[in-house]
């Protein structure tokens, strides 16, 4: 008994010192400085080591590699060491020992530290982590997704799983890290409305105003671009963290950001005004191929031109070294930049054989001066053509088209294989809008087709198929539509009305922004649906209690889109029309493209305009003086052979030259193509001031002829008479309907006291109008028939 008790206690005494050098061999291991220290206690104790300090031995590893800078990392001498591989080898063999946190640690620790993800030890741990998936805790669970997802296991079975487990357990979820990092590691494998689950709970997890949020905001983003949804609650959150986080703002993540942006369709104006004066300042930090790449891809199309002038030199220097994939971003942005290469572009082309690309490619060298269609430009194209999509088919359709119209097909063999290629383009289409059966997969692809090829040849056929698919329109995809049936100027009553009612069943689904798109569809196509009352108001109601989810140069934009429908809400008007938003608005202008720029201040004239003339109520003063006299004295033009012809026709019904102007500017600066002065009894009135005779007309510019405040009283019972010629960009396409902007204009001029005239092309061009006896009686009915 005593010899028991005396083995005993020599037994526990043993376990005890163990247990005691083990707990100091994990202290010193936590306590390592350098990589080395690690390896060396390793070498020393590799016969003691438990599970649990391979684990922490590896987990220390790569904290000391962490906190280097990404340039003095020693991964390669890490992974390379002795100790290292031994370490690897004693994890691999005591996995099944380890608890479920270590393993998850181990694996993102050596993954971290650029062990092959086909290495032994790495596929050993998933295997382990996979068995324990239900048991794991939800940190443990995000990090092992992650995992995953570096792995590019994104459509692995155990991502599915991982997926139908945070289904399970997303109401406990109230860690916006853990959330994130699942929401992009199991992006590719969930459902429609599994998706939206997600993003309601990152809205309500996600703060704003705090750069400790700012990774997260980046993966949601992320998130958002994975599932091609732009869904404005959640990246206007996150722009706004964004925004707060400017120490986190290097080139790198600027990078991502506007990457991101720019495929979700996403813009904001104040995060490039951030950018560009980030970037601005930093410019001469960036020489390297790589960097510079990203640099000239952002600051380039939004810098001012010494930031250009210098971006542009930096290039030249740096050319050699550019990639075919950064060549390509180089000359994209040169595109938008209005800078021309084509020799970069075609030696680019010559080792392209991604569809996608080489398409690109053929549709920026179209859009050079003077470039040449080559045998390999066809020959490419053709090879690549059975794996196009629209957008592809649409990039060399246009190609060939603008080449065919600038005569640059200019050999005989080139132009008869672009003839056969444009058929074969043809045929693709047509093949491929029949084959279509999902409404959200084509109007991904119609994104970014547009142009005489599409407008011409299968604008028709794709209208109709998106007729066919009509049930498959939802509060998802009107948006998708809306843009669409804008670009094709096309009239489909029953695909507008199926918006109108989607759009009014689900109001508080739809987002403000996305609002905005779908009204302008309605009031460029000047079309009123069923309940046409109930749809604006419906939607003018949720967007006036929404105005804060807009920018600046948006709110314009809205406010012009609505003034044409004949909407004005108060506090619409009121919030734009204010100094201190005039004021912001101009310094959003300024990081704008000129496009953009001329659009918004054009907007804002327009619905000034509109303001003054249909609710003089709001006392909003006509502030655009200068700016007209600036657009209309500046950009002068000749008067062009119809109006000279038509002009000489008016003098001869009314008496003479002197009874009519041409090309009149009215007050609120309105230019109309004639004008003519009818008394009471039908009689024409000459004009005072001394007018253009005919024989001098044609060598003069047509805005020196009037000034807008030389108007007069009329006397009683007269009537002042506009008359408009109206070519095709004022009807919808192959339909005699008056788009918004011409009937705008009608109501307005009308307003101005006139009695407008429109003479549409399809009238005057026609054969009934064929000789000039024809053509003055119609202008005699025009003026004289009582309306």
Known sequence: MLCLRKAYLFALRRYQARTLSSDLLLSQINNCTH???????????????????????????????????????????????????ALCILAENKVEHMENEVIVDTLYSIQRLNVEDHDSLAGVLVTEAWKRLERLSLPALSKFALCLYKQRRQFSPVIGKIAHIVDMRLDSIEDIRILSVLMISISDVISQSFRDRLLKKAEQLLGEEDEVYFNYAKRITQFLQNVKLTYYPLLEKCNKIFLKSASQLDLHNISIIFGLYEQLGFDSAEFRLVAERLLSESIDDYHDPETFSKLFFILGPMAGSKVRERLLVTAAHVAEGFSSHQVLGILKTMQKMKCRNSHLLKNFLKSSVIPADTAAIIRVLAMLPSSQVEEIIVNKATAILPQCNLQHLNYIATALIKWNHYDQLH?????????????????????????????????????????????????????????????QVTWANVLQLSFFLIKTNHRCPSLLDRIASVTVENTDKIHPFEMYFILCLFSVLNYEPPGNEEFFESCIQHLTSNLSCFETHHLVLLGYVLAVAGYFPPALIKTIFNVSFLSKLDAQLEVLSDTLKQRVRSRLMKLNRAVCLECPEFHIPWFHEHYCHHIFYTGRSRINPLRQHIHKMLAEILGGSHYTRVSVLTPYYYEIDFECILDKNKKPLSYMAQNILLGALEGIHWRCDIKVEERKALPPGAQRIALELLDSKAFIK??????????????????????????????????????????????????????
């Open 35 to 85: 990589e080395d220290e690690v390896f060396s206690l390793v070498g020393r104790n590799k016969a003691r080591l438990s599970e649990k300090h391979v684990g922490i031995a590896l987990n220390v590893l790569w904290q000391l590699q962490k906190k280097k800078p990404l340039l003095l990392r020693t991964s390669d001498y890490v992974r390379n060491h002795s100790q290292f591989l």
């Open 734 to 787: 192959g339909s005699h309907h008056l788009k918004g902007e011409a009937a705008v204009k009608k109501r307005h001029l009308e307003m101005l006291g006139y009695r407008v005239i429109q003479i549409p092309h399809f009238e005057w061009n026609s054969m009934v109008l064929s000789t000039k006896g024809e053509q003055l009686e119609y202008l005699r009915r025009c003026l004289y028939e009582t309306q």
């Open 411 to 471: 050999w005989q063999n080139t132009s008869e294989l672009c003839v056969k290629l444009l058929q074969k383009i043809n045929d693709c289409g047509f093949q491929r809008l029949r084959k279509a059966g999902n409404l959200n997969l084509l109007l991904e692809e119609l994104t970014h087709v547009n142009g005489e090829w599409f407008q011409e040849v299968i604008r028709e056929q794709t209208v109709a198929t998106c007729q066919h698919l009509i049930d």
